[in-house]
């Protein structure tokens, strides 16, 4: 046995040794694991992956054209295999390739490589309004409703009405408009026989009959009829198209999901975009975040469809192609890779329907392994568009990103304590939601072909 008087040296000597080891070790383990398993790159993009021992990155002899190894002065040239302490990748042609990352010589994580083209889209910046239906209201939540007796119903859940559901009529009078619900529900029920309730629920119209539960005015004594509802309009507001991809017809906006009342997602199977003006401008400060006013109409100005509503955004088609003045021609997309801290440009609309481009900084970039809407921060630095708006407001969601001639994402959220600031997510997001949503189309199409 060890005799006491050595071992608080030995104890004091492991826990010196281990901690130089921690703080050489989890540096490396951090950058490791901040690795994308997937990592999307375009012909000619360059890239650098360095690591120190004991870890490595191994190359096997038989990989992409273009990913050359080193360790100092060493280098690892295509038909060779071998662990490396620096790897630089510049394919010249589409491939795939692996990056095998090591750990005292045991494999512990792989980086896919994948080298293709990007799409090229043409940018947005135009001013959109979002119309979860052209007709109807939304169905938002429930409230319980109390009778003259004091007692409590929920005459709407009762009846089967669900929260998302959209309210085409009452009675079969079509509603248009928010304001007509009150009026048209104390008219109706005031004959004394139940209403019926047509809905549209998951893209199928059906009906519902509810019995109102009616409370005199002590004072006045006039009746009121109450069903339990929460309604909203189905203008979800002022946005902006963040681009469209005119081989699939399809367009990116937003950039985040739309929700509504306490944040409930709203369904939007037959949601419509449609071109906005805007109208004027509410300031944001710190604190309170401001807003761009737009006005649009639900029947004349509609310019597409919406087929999705996700957390990077809401997707669908266009009806006709869209043009920017101040990209003529299709840009390429940037993969998450290529973006990078520094300058870049913002195109949104704060007057009428004139797109305008400002000065912007990309502050942080995240390399995000999974699909996220926050992807990097970014920083207003254009004096005339903090001068109008303070910074980033409402409507400015979906406003593309573009750096070195390419589009890397769109506007998505505000600091509410520094409006100047945001978030933006990546464009590379994006098109992979609208590839899986195409595709996911053309399955639906093919089998419905197959059916008939």
Not at 215 to 234: C, F, H, K, M, W
Not at 275 to 280: E, F, K, N, S, W
Not at 305 to 312: H, V
Not at 390 to 408: C, H, Y
């Amino acid at each position: 046995m060890m005799p006491p008087r050595y071992r608080k040296p030995l104890v004091i000597g492991f826990l010196f040794f281990f901690g130089i080891c921690l703080l050489f070790i989890l540096p490396q383990a951090i950058k490791v694991q901040h690795l994308p398993t997937h990592l999307r790159i375009v012909p000619g993009q360059n890239l650098e992956f360095s690591l120190r021992k004991p870890f490595s990155i191994y190359l096997e002899a038989d990989r992409l054209d273009g990913i050359i190894g080193a360790n100092g002065q060493n280098r690892l040239e295509k038909g060779e295999s071998g662990s490396c302490s620096q790897v630089m990748v510049r394919p010249e042609r589409e491939g795939t390739g692996t990056l095998e990352i090591r750990f005292l010589g045991f494999p512990i994580r792989r980086v896919n490589l994948l080298v293709e083209k990007m799409p090229e889209v043409i940018p947005g910046g135009h001013a959109i309004g979002v119309l979860v239906a052209q007709e109807g209201v939304i169905i938002s939540g429930h409230l319980p409703v109390r009778d003259d007796q004091g007692k409590e119903f929920y005459p709407a859940e009762e009846a089967g009405v669900k929260v998302g559901d959209l309210l085409l009529a009452i009675n079969g009078q079509v509603i248009h408009r928010l304001s007509q619900v009150d009026p048209l529900i104390q008219q109706e029920a005031a004959k004394g026989t139940p209403l019926t309730l047509t809905l549209l629920r998951d893209g199928h119209t059906l009906q519902r009959q509810i019995q109102p539960v009616k409370r005199t005015n002590p004072q006045s004594g006039a009746d009121r009829y109450l069903l339990g509802l929460y309604v909203e309009d189905p203008a979800a507001g002022v946005g902006t198209l963040t681009y469209y991809n005119p081989k699939t017809k399809m367009y990116g906006a937003l950039g985040h999901k739309i929700v509504g009342f306490s944040n409930r997602e709203i369904p939007l199977a037959n949601g419509k975009i449609v071109a906005a003006r805007i109208t004027g401008i509410n300031q944001g400060n710190r604190g309170e975040p401001g807003e761009k006013i737009g006005v649009f109409s639900g029947n004349t100005d509609i310019i597409g469809d919406i087929m999705a509503n996700t957390p990077i955004g809401i997707f669908g088609s266009l009806f006709s192609n869209v043009t920017n003045q101040w990209y003529p021609r299709l840009i390429p997309v940037a993969t998450i890779s290529e973006v990078r801290p520094g300058p870049a440009e913002v195109l949104t609309v704060l007057t009428g329907n004139e797109i305008r481009r400002f000065s912007i900084e990309i502050q942080k970039v995240y390399h995000q392994t999974t699909l996220r809407d926050k992807g990097m921060i970014i920083r207003v630095t254009d004096p005339q568009l903090l001068s109008r708006t303070g910074g980033i407001i409402q409507g400015m969601s979906g406003s593309p990103i573009i750096q070195n001639g390419k589009l890397v994402g769109a506007i998505t959220h505000v600091f509410v304590n520094d409006p100047t600031r945001g978030y933006g997510v990546f464009a590379e997001w994006m098109l992979q939601m609208e590839e899986s949503l195409n595709q996911k189309r053309k399955e639906s199409e093919n089998s419905r072909k197959l059916a008939s």
